[in-house]
């Protein structure tokens, strides 16, 4: 085998894939994926999500170092193919992942030891580029396919107990996570991978975990929401806490017929910032008219810039989320509670009745 295929340490070839081998899914040939001839023929299926956005008041500014997820980490031992120096490089933004389109490099690679084999192949289009990822052994199966960086799957296969996990994260829109298991499917929908993971964490964990951090060159998915949780409530109650119905009225002048009035709801919407998205997002769902459903969304993009998540910014994004309150409420103490509600009242959004957690379960035939 080419050693320059595999990660170097030491003047050794290595695979750090600790507990989490895999094999080949039944829908691939029982070689592919075992060289580049292969692997270029590869289809590939889906992909990681594309954010475009403009400035945005709120996150204009540059962060300190500080408050950045780690960059330098390689992880969760080794990252491979996705550390710093890898063929690609993935970043969590609004807390979706997303390709890192400027940073990657075309062709295939792969590595076969201690009876598990890894390969990746990238292409690209128009500098967009589209990748294909296997690690495979005779324990867990695991796929991660991305086209143009516009949409993302991850299929996760342990065959010893045949429980199977497909993530599906589309452009824009409702994150979708399938968990199968003996005679049952379950089905959970957020608008991001915080809110996925609160519905199961161990489950989601098990299937996704190990590829998340690797993707995130060691940052870690739980440790991420921990801290976000953490921030969120140490913000409580927050200084100049935000009305709904403020953002509703400016909504609704979105379509006033004096350009002026237009002008500026907008340049209030945006000087929100991201505290009000969870807002935006769901009115787009509500009764709008064309107006004001065209100019929302035009908004909406503009409020989630191309910029790497930290746990700040992350709170700072869900603080006013009442699905995601509703989904971490099971670990809250009263106290939280107590505050949690509270500032959902002030922000005219229902208070947290605990009850259980939405789960669509689809029987198999």
């Not at 208070?351 to 689809?362: A, D, F, G, K, N």
Request: hydrophobic letters at 35%; charged letters at 25%; glycine letters at 6%.
């Amino acid at each position: 085998m080419d050693s320059s295929a595999c990660p170097m340490r030491d003047g050794r070839s290595v695979l750090r894939y600790h507990d989490y081998p895999t094999i080949a899914p039944r829908w691939l040939p029982k070689d592919s994926g075992r060289g580049e001839e292969s692997g270029m023929r590869w289809s590939l299926l889906v992909a990681v999500f594309g954010l475009s956005t403009l400035d945005v008041a709120s996150f204009a500014q540059g962060r300190p170092a500080g408050d950045r997820l780690s960059t330098s980490r390689s992880g969760p031992d080794d990252s491979g193919f996705f550390a710093s120096a890898g063929v690609v490089r993935f970043q969590l933004v609004q807390g979706r992942l997303c390709l890192d389109c400027p940073r990657h490099r075309k062709g295939s690679q792969s590595c076969d030891e201690n009876g598990v084999f890894e390969s990746i192949t990238v292409t690209a289009e128009r500098g967009i580029p589209s990748l294909h990822y296997v690690c495979q052994s005779d324990r867990h199966q695991l796929t991660l396919s991305v086209q143009e960086a516009k949409a993302m799957r991850i299929e996760s296969w342990f065959p010893q107990s045949g429980e199977r996990a497909v993530l599906n994260q589309p452009a824009v829109g409702q994150l979708t996570w399938h968990h199968t298991r003996e005679d049952h499917t379950d089905q959970y929908q957020g608008t991001n991978l915080l809110h996925l993971r609160h519905a199961n964490p161990d489950a989601f964990d098990h299937h996704f975990g190990w590829l998340i951090q690797r993707l995130l060159r060691g940052e870690s998915l739980r440790t991420i929401s921990e801290s976000t949780q953490q921030i969120m409530l140490e913000e409580l109650p927050l200084d100049s806490p935000i009305n709904q119905d403020e953002v509703r009225q400016c909504v609704e002048q979105l379509r006033a017929s004096r350009r002026a009035t237009r002008i500026d709801a907008e340049r209030q919407l945006l000087a929100w910032g991201t505290l009000i998205v969870p807002s935006l997002r769901n009115m787009l769902e509500g009764d709008l008219d064309t107006e004001q459903r065209e100019r929302s969304r035009h908004l909406n993009t503009r409020l989630r810039p191309m910029i790497p998540d930290t746990p700040a910014t992350l709170a700072k994004l869900l603080v006013n989320d009442h699905a995601y309150w509703y989904r971490i409420a099971g670990g809250l103490t009263d106290e939280q509670l107590r505050l949690a509600n509270r500032h959902l009242t002030q922000f005219c959004a229902q208070p947290i009745e605990l009850t259980s957690q939405p789960v669509y379960r689809i029987a198999r035939p």
